[in-house]
């Protein structure tokens, strides 16, 4: 067809395969100027290399095929694609952000495995901490266990007298001056922080209340049984982290999933409960940062 170039041409001339360019058009987006009816050839005006570099180049941009056709018919009919850019741009802008987390995990992962004693490290998980509203009550205990299980007593029975426990979250405790040092759990003083979650907007005014800041990046271990065993778990975190070149970026959290409670003026889900150390269910989040 004189002026028109044959798709195997317009192909070649634009740097597309023909697959793409019969592509683009059963999806509707570059249709050929002409289809010879007799033959099936398609035809394409050199005038249309505009468009097809167009397609082409939100294509590169990570643009889907549909918001490709909304572009296209929005840049028709003349309309604002600003709006188009700045979505893109903040899908785009997630995307890398979760491919530089995979890429430190990544990092992490291949210290930790190239460590001496890496095989020690296997039950250490990476995850995130979002931020959580709690009560808190802070004091420097002389030791482990009964001071602290009084705290904690106390405040779940403050919470519930304020009807503000957040019943599927778990209560924590945090070491702010240092972790326990094994065999030293019973013995050692320590600052502490008893804290029980509450929910977002409790029903009477709460004071104590006070909001936990996440971290994007921690470690996690959850071991059963008897809380004794923590300042030697924690101890493995530690290497954990020094072998994956990180440093801890905050205090120790021991996270009681399921353990043992007096519940005399209050009342807990029974799911949480347990009667017998060796059937407690406990967590240690150690928030830790890269380069440090």
Known sequence: MKGLLRIGEFAALMHVSVKALRFYGAQGLLTPSFVDPDTGYRYYALEQGAELALISNLRSAG?????????????????DL????????KKL???????????????????????PGRDAFAAVRLKRARDQQVYSSKAT???????????????????????????SEAPFLLFHDAAPDAGDRASAPLFIEVCIPIVETPGEDLPGTTLIEGCDSGLSLIYSG????????????????????????????????????????????????????EDFITELFLPVSAGA
């Open 63 to 79: 643009f889907s095929i549909s918001q490709i056709a909304e572009f296209l018919d929005r840049h028709r009919r003349g309309e």
């Open 82 to 89: 600003g709006a188009l850019f700045k979505a893109q741009r």
């Open 93 to 115: 802008d997630r995307e890398r952000r979760a491919l530089e987390e995979r890429l430190n995990i990544l990092e992490m992962l291949t210290q930790s495995y190239e460590a």
């Open 141 to 167: 205990v002389p030791h482990l266990g009964a001071p602290v299980t009084a705290l904690f007593e106390a405040a779940e029975s403050t919470v519930a007298r304020h009807g503000a426990r957040a019943a």
């Open 226 to 277: 008897d809380y004794a065993k923590t300042p030697t778990l924690h101890e493995r975190m530690l290497d954990w982290a020094v072998a994956a070149g990180l440093g801890v970026d905050g205090p120790l959290r021991e996270i009681y999933h399921r353990y043992g409670a007096d519940q005399d003026d209050y009342e807990l889900p029974a799911a949480v409960i347990a009667s017998r150390q």
